[in-house]
């Protein structure tokens, strides 16, 4: 007997997991108890030319034929997006057939459906892949921690607006310049929306969220803001206070309800997570039992991806073999997600002021007004130059942005010239 | 229906489960299928006060009937040492009972007759929490990593020492002012031994090598070196060239054979374990396609070592409702362990020597007599004071004991001040 795998996609990603279905196809039976066998590949141009150790007979453009062969046992997903990967997945589930999945869009837009007719088909759907590539995530998120509380998850989970936040950094290049370099090199793509406007970032947040929190999560109830009004002034402002901008995903519980959200913020250079340069991610997790965690590897990538995909690929067969079903949606907490406007946060803001007596008083009464609390404030320069620098208490996000509009109408306030969410000062 | 739970043992980690089960109750069933009860809980002195919500009803002496009563499902062992605790649970096995544990030094001692007595009763037998605490490592590496080939374990695994040696380097006081001071403090216990002889570290290299190459590897195949020979001298002359002294634990793979050590080695301080500090523990694992992962977290403690006990214990109580068992033991690999002698290996050496034309050379002739290529080589002081300090490029570590010997004979060498190996210049 062996385990029959339908790859659909042979992209980066899927050309990875042939060559290790072929390369450790020893080791994988051993791990299993039974071979695992390609039993189709679909892809949409078969003639193309791979350099991969793969019989050509096993390609087909055929792909919902495929994933209901009766000679297919597991399905492994790499060709993204909703369409046709939903209907695909769903027409597997309902021949019986496991899922694996590396499709973090789908799963954050609709994994409820999905969850559910893996459930009412007895089979199973893993998508390790989904998050942060190579790095155990979702088994330690859903598994390891099953028996203590998270409250907490905050990370850095997009490989490309990591690399152009690090570029700016580095070298004081504006957003558009850092992004060109990125994609000259590679590390990110021709149309690069999906990563610089946060929207991959927040599937992953929504798929880390409903995991972390027993509960139903989609990506439409997570807070995005993408990296694209990052301006090289911020980051300056940032470095100015010993921080730096990252694009953070995080993901909090308390008092019956969560927050996700996904948005650039400055954080301190000591800060674990500051040291994440590149194209790594770095996740951590706090469980009340456990304490702070940290995870970080590859978060992207052919080989890192289509490790996760095959750990999940050997769980699943292992299961199939013994007739049984791992861990499935855990969605019985069903918490309310709060709006962003209730989210507990600090605020970075610079104003360009003008240089005369009583600005201070001003602007501190609009702070004041607003219930929110000054932490520090510096003044800087002189004359035409003079700016306010001030970091906030924590506040709810509410407050600290009604606070910023009240100071683009002091008159003694001439330009605000940076305001972010500052994260990573309280606990570390 | 409800999964009925023995603990063996109520101390610092025993506590902590106890107030686990009784503070998530509703969680744990949730995430079960099924509520969680304690059936007993052995203890050697059970009028001891405790201030727990627990049943003193449940306290027994009479732990070898406990573990076989017909109303126990799960046995949880957090007594540790070798026995009692492994005759109670192969009792437990032969009354199909799961086990779940934190027993490093039984698991490194006498897994196999422990993972064949579990097999053969359809048992599952656990134990995330032996190494590391609460940072899930054995589930990414048996389960996550399964579809991967693990080259490389690397990582600061025991808290005593790591603490003991980050006094030392911060504030160069020798090894006992630091050990009293870790003692006085608490982390250190008042028989440190199997702390800082390296024994506790050796137990977990054994765990994490058995598990990350699907062999079988005993405490007894760990070559072994606590930290009560390092020097206020070794973390000055560390310091000297940027590093800092780490018990690593290291278990390396590669061609048909293993290795798996435990050693003080001074590491970069641009390394990422050089900023581990204090209790805390952090693993690297590198994987062929994974690359490079990192784990961090608390690596002890009652609550953090309980989150990974009750984490085992959700898994192992879902495997018992749905009638299977989860990955048992993998040691088809059967690789050979490699003696020291063979490891590959870099080494710091630091010499007084006479101030006089020719020293170097000599010294130099040393190191080539047996194949040692020097990386680099630094003089310092004049007359008395004069000294060399040498790192060598990677060699066999027989090799460069055997330079070392050489060297100790050598007329223009007074004396050698410190002598250890240098790890993660490689790569990082």
């Known amino acids: 007997m062996s385990i029959r795998v339908a790859l659909l996609g042979c992209g980066v990603v899927g050309s990875q997991v042939v060559r290790l279905l072929h390369e450790h196809a020893d080791d994988l039976a051993s791990r299993v108890g039974a071979p695992l066998e390609l039993a189709g590949v679909a892809v949409r141009r078969p003639h193309r030319r ?21 000679d ?67 088994r330690p998120l859903r598994e390891s921690l099953a028996g203590d509380r998270v409250t907490r998850v905050l990370g850095i989970v997009n490989g490309t607006t990591n690399y152009v936040l690090s570029k700016m950094d580095e ?45 139903r999560v989609t990506v439409a109830d997570v807070h995005r803001e993408g ?33 996700v959200r996904v948005h650039p913020a400055m954080i301190p250079r000591t800060h674990a ?12 997790i706090e469980g009340e039992a456990a304490g702070e965690l940290m995870f970080y590897g590859q978060g992207a990538g052919g080989a890192p991806t289509a490790s996760a995909i095959l750990g999940d690929l050997v769980a699943v067969s292992r299961n199939r073999l013994s007739g049984t079903r791992g861990f499935g949606e855990s969605s019985y907490a069903d918490l309310r997600i709060r709006p962003m406007g209730e989210t507990q946060t600090r605020y970075h803001v610079s104003l360009q002021v ?32 003079a700016s306010l620098v001030l970091v906030t208490h924590t506040a709810t996000d509410a407050a600290l942005s009604a606070t910023v509009e009240s100071l683009r109408d002091l008159r003694a306030v001439r330009g605000v010239t940076s305001v972010m969410r500052v994260e990573g000062m309280g606990t570390r």
């Not at 370099?181 to 991959?200: K, Q, W």
């Not at 997570?273 to 951590?284: H, M, R």
């Not at 520090?376 to 130059?385: I, L, P």
Request: hydrophobic share 50%; aromatic share 4%; with cysteine.
């Open 354 to 385: 003008a240089d005369q007596p009583g600005v201070l008083a001003a602007v501190a009464q609009a702070f004041a007004a607003h219930d929110v609390s000054i932490q520090t404030v510096r003044q800087e320069g002189h004359g035409d130059d």
């Open 227 to 259: 990296i694209t009004e990052v301006s090289s002034s911020d980051v300056a402002s940032a470095r100015a206070m010993g921080c730096v901008v990252k694009l953070l995903a995080i993901c909090e519980a308390g008092g019956g309800s969560i927050g």
């Open 72 to 138: 297919v046992d597991v399905v492994v997903e790499v060709i993204g997006g909703i369409e046709p990967a939903r209907s695909l997945l769903l027409s597997a589930f309902k021949a019986g057939k496991s899922v694996v999945t590396a499709n973090k869009a789908l799963l954050a837009a609709d994994g409820a459906t999905l969850h559910a007719a893996a459930r009412d088909n007895g089979a199973d759907l893993y998508f390790e892949a989904s998050v942060a590539g190579a790095i155990p995530l979702l």
């Open 50 to 70: 791979r350099d991969l150790p793969l019989d050509p007979a096993l390609l087909t453009t055929d792909a919902a034929g495929l994933v209901i062969r009766d």
């Open 171 to 215: 070298t004081g290049a504006g957003f558009a310049e850092a992004l060109d370099e990125a994609t000259a090199l590679g590390y990110a793509e021709a149309d690069p929306t999906a990563d610089i406007e946060g929207f991959d970032a927040a599937a992953k947040a929504a798929i880390l969220a409903a995991l972390a929190f027993h509960t």
């Open 273 to 284: 997570l500051a040291a994440v340069s590149g194209a790594f991610n770095a996740v951590f």
